[in-house]
């Protein structure tokens, strides 16, 4: 019997985890969970939108949150969310939880932040919305930013990200890289992570000079960029111990310096120093989510990484204290692969999932879905295998 009105429908949220990065198309965990609605749904009135955007921390998806919400037609129903991870890399709109903890409320600081807030508007991802508004069945396939690096750099791209000592053992391969990256920046001079990829390579090498000057030179192609690891590369190399290090230190506070004079918003994001006070911006949004979403009576689930990070431990706090539903990705992981399944069969070498990673993650959402009865009332009849 076809089930009357609207679709129930689910809307996934996060960052290349819900894009589905390190899978074939169609393979992500939005993807593979609705299909296992409409194996398990008799009339097939689930709905699952991939929301993910690749490289986004918590403050850009809450401040997108409310536009998001309003482009789906018919209502939003519920809400997976899986975010945070970013936030340990890049420092994009940091500012604006400062802002909401510190309670700034002159008009002068406000124009401020108002400015900040209407260039990065201006930017690709808050089309977001427009996108939704296109269709419901239609998923969401958003540009990935870390593509803009170039094909033929991408596997030293993933290396670096990894850093594999592969490429960090070999010079002629090194020299190939920077190489690689230097005649991007010639194409394209405003995408922060080529600049960011020669500095860690120098990094490798213990050349911290010359690898601050690349970082100075990623937090500069794009200051507003939600893609600029600059601020956090110089935030890392700003606390390397020992005495070769005084000299580096005063160039970064002289840099510092310099870059609040002239973008005295984005200088902002040099303040996080510490992993306590990137989980307390973590829990401050994620927990601004959770209200903004009751608030306009959508239910909201939880959901951690698969491998192992810093913020997994702040989601789950945060479900504890707000009563959120809470799915643990990392724990189901953990023990398959403790139970003699290979890193491999789950993962790709850059540490996103496969298809099967994905689909561990789509299983794990559905059977919380279906063990607390989210959509008790929305079903009509629940075939299980």
Known sequence: MERQGRPYVILCLGNSYTVGNGAPAGQSYPNQLQ??????VEDRRIVVINGGVGAQTTAHLLSSLRSTIDAIKPKLDLIL?????????????????????????????????????????SSAVYKLGWHLCSGIRN???????????????????????????????????????????ESNISDNPHFPLNYSNIGQIYLQQQNYKEALKWFMKTVEADPSSRINPGYSLIRNIRNIPGKKNVEINIQIDAFITQFKKKDPVNAKNFLLSSDDEIGRWVESD???????????????ILQDYPMAHPV?????KIALETGVPFVN?????KEKMMHG????????????????????????????I????ILVMRICSIQYE
Request: charge should be positive; glycine fraction near 6%; aromatic fraction near 12%.
């Open 35 to 40: 299909r296992m609605f409409d194996a398990s």
């Open 81 to 121: 969310l899986q975010t945070g991870q970013v936030n340990w890399s890049l420092f994009y709109k940091y500012s604006d939880y400062l802002e909401r903890e510190s309670g700034h409320r002159s008009i002068f600081s406000k124009f401020l932040f108002r400015l900040n807030d209407l260039a990065h508007e």
């Open 139 to 181: 998923k969401l396939r958003n540009d990935n930013d870390v593509d803009q690096s170039g094909g033929v750099c991408r596997e030293f791209s993933i290396q670096i990200a990894n850093q594999d000592p592969v490429l960090f053992r070999d010079k002629q391969n090194m020299a190939k890289a920077i190489n690689c990256f």
């Open 286 to 300: 994620v927990k601004e989510i959770i209200r903004v979403s009751r608030q306009r009576g959508i239910k909201i």
């Open 312 to 316: 997994n431990r702040i989601l789950y």
């Open 329 to 333: 990705n990392h724990d189901v992981f």
């Open 341 to 368: 399944m290979a890193k491999q069969d789950l993962f790709v070498p850059d540490g996103h999932c496969n298809a099967n990673g994905y689909g561990v993650m789509a299983l794990n959402v559905y059977n919380k």
């Open 370 to 373: 279906m063990d607390d009865r």
